[in-house]
């Protein structure tokens, strides 16, 4: 167990909708990641936050979004959702913002598009 | 941009035989390199990282990895195989002249399959 928390575990949905993930990090820990993992794609980065501040962004598609919260949790919205967007969503958290740090990885969430 | 290749899709090895999965990356800087598995339903698990100092890197559940600047490669190694580690093994990489990006960028990743 990385001490990583991401709700819910499973999410099915239908295209057009709008769906939220949420992620607690280990405690302690300042950044956090959000990355997708498809078939096609592979794993690939969306977004980091550190202490509460978008600090980097990957692949994110505008029709996604996150945020960090004075608690440090997150989350990561999805709207408009097309069949595509079907993959597992991992957040991994980190104990600051260096390239160097470990990042943790929670269980993921997986969605379903349909 | 930083990159990762993970040549093999599949690497099959008898328990109790040496295992290694390969991996190569691309940097402009400095590479911070980690390796990662991934088992059925779960996240990944952290298993080691390099960042500086001794080529050789010990990890958990028995791994090692290898870095080799002129062949940009951090292979993974472990002496004797379980059939436990049988699973989807990810390399990743950071670049420390990134500043923009904290973030891992991970190779297409390596199954593992440890007979009995």
């Known amino acids: 167990d990385s001490g990583v928390t991401q709700t819910p575990k499973h999410l099915i949905t239908a295209t057009g909708q709008r769906v939220t993930l949420r992620c607690s990090p280990r405690?302690?820990?300042?950044?956090v990641y959000w990355y997708q993992q498809s078939l096609d794609q592979g794993l690939q980065f969306l977004i980091q936050y550190y202490n509460g501040e978008e600090r980097a962004k990957g692949n994110i598609l505008e029709r996604f979004s996150a945020q960090q919260f004075p608690d440090l949790h997150s989350e990561l919205n999805l709207s408009s959702l097309e069949l595509g967007d079907s993959a597992l969503y991992f957040c991994?958290?980190?104990?600051?913002?260096?390239?160097?740090?470990?990042?943790?990885f929670g269980p993921g969430t997986r969605l379903t598009v349909l | 941009a930083q990159s990762v290749a993970q040549p093999e899709d599949q690497v099959n090895v008898a328990e109790g035989n040496p295992l290694t999965v390969k991996c190569t990356y691309s940097?402009?800087?400095?590479?911070?390199l980690f390796w990662y598995v991934q088992y059925p339903n779960r996240g990944l698990q952290f298993l080691l990282k390099?960042?500086?100092?001794?080529?050789l890197v010990k990890g958990s559940y028995g791994f090692e990895a290898e870095f080799n600047k002129s062949q940009t490669s951090f292979h993974l190694k472990k002496p004797s195989a379980l059939v436990s580690d049988s699973a989807l093994y990810f390399c990743?990489?950071?670049?420390?002249?990134?500043?923009?990006?904290?973030?891992?960028?991970f190779g297409s990743g390596t199954r593992l399959q440890v007979q009995p």
């Open positions: 940097v402009s800087g400095n590479p911070y």
């Open positions: 390099y960042i500086t100092g001794d080529n």
């Open positions: 405690s302690g820990d300042l950044s």
């Open positions: 991994a958290s980190s104990v600051q913002k260096a390239s160097t740090d470990t990042q943790y």
């Open positions: 990743a990489v950071s670049d420390s002249m990134d500043t923009g990006r904290r973030a891992l960028t």
